[in-house]
T-cell receptor
Framework: EAQVTQNPRYLITVTGKKLTVTCSQNMNHEYMSWYRQDPGLGLRQIYYSMNVEVTDKGDVPEGYKVSRKEKRNFPLILESPSPNQTSLYFC?????????????FGPGTRLTVT | DQQVKQNSPSLSVQEGRISILNCDYTNSMFDYFLWYKKYPAEGPTFLISISSIKDKNEDGRFTVFLNKSAKHLSLHIVPSQPGDSAVYFCAARITGTASKLTFGTGTRLQVTL
């Protein structure tokens, strides 16, 4: 079954304590992305990756890091979380074929930073 | 600056009728548009897409229309079903970027019996 998995699904942490949210896909997709969803703001892209070792900033990259050492994994790292990073986070992987498109989202990680 | 706008936060439609969800954009460099559906506690699910070289794309009950001159796209759902009740997001891709998408703020569709 094609899927994107994220862990953890829920996380409550304190300001400044480094954390990592993992993301893995089993579809051999080249493209992966991280989004955050906030009320009234929709989905905003944090970082995206076109392939292994190739990443680029999305619309709201401040305070986040990513890495893409393997094709299937794309972890999101918060080195020093702050309360304004409390949000719902989604990882996605996608495949463009030139004429068609597929994008699969993970189930989401709800992060609370106190 | 919101480059992709969904100006209706919510929409209520009777079962069996047509649902029309609208999306406006400002960036002329967008060349591909997508619609997603999202249920609570789940990730968004891809619904349908359209390239900027087309003005219509159909997939079963879902049809997306693109009016490039007006920078406007719409998603039609016919007939609407209660299971269609969800939040719908439109998204757009900038030419030459395979994975950089800009999303709208979403429209919550409620299909009533």
């Amino acid at each position: 079954e094609a899927q994107v998995t994220q862990n953890p699904r829920y996380l409550i942490t304190v300001t400044g304590k480094k954390l990592t949210v993992t993301c893995s896909q089993n579809m051999n997709h080249e493209y992966m992305s991280w989004y955050r969803q906030d009320p009234g703001l929709g989905l905003r892209q944090i970082y995206y990756s076109m392939n292994v070792e190739v990443t680029d900033k999305g619309d709201v990259p401040e305070g986040y890091k990513v890495s893409r050492k393997e094709k299937r994994n794309f972890p999101l790292i918060l080195e020093s979380p702050s309360p304004n990073q409390t949000s719902l986070y989604f990882c996605a992987s996608s495949l463009w074929t030139g004429s068609s498109y597929e994008q699969y989202f993970g189930p989401g990680t709800r992060l609370t930073v106190t | 600056d919101q480059q992709v706008k969904q100006n209706s936060p919510s929409l209520s439609v009777q079962e069996g009728r047509i649902s029309i969800l609208n999306c406006d954009y400002t960036n002329s460099m967008f060349d591909y548009f997508l619609w997603y559906k999202k249920y609570p506690a789940e990730g968004p699910t891809f619904l349908i897409s359209i390239s900027s070289i087309k003005d219509k794309n159909e997939d079963g009950r879902f049809t997306v229309f693109l009016n490039k001159s007006a920078k406007h796209l719409s998603l039609h759902i016919v007939p609407s079903q209660p299971g269609d009740s969800a939040v719908y997001f439109c998204a757009a891709r900038i030419t030459g970027t395979a994975s950089k998408l800009t999303f709208g703020t979403g429209t919550r569709l409620q299909v009533t019996l």
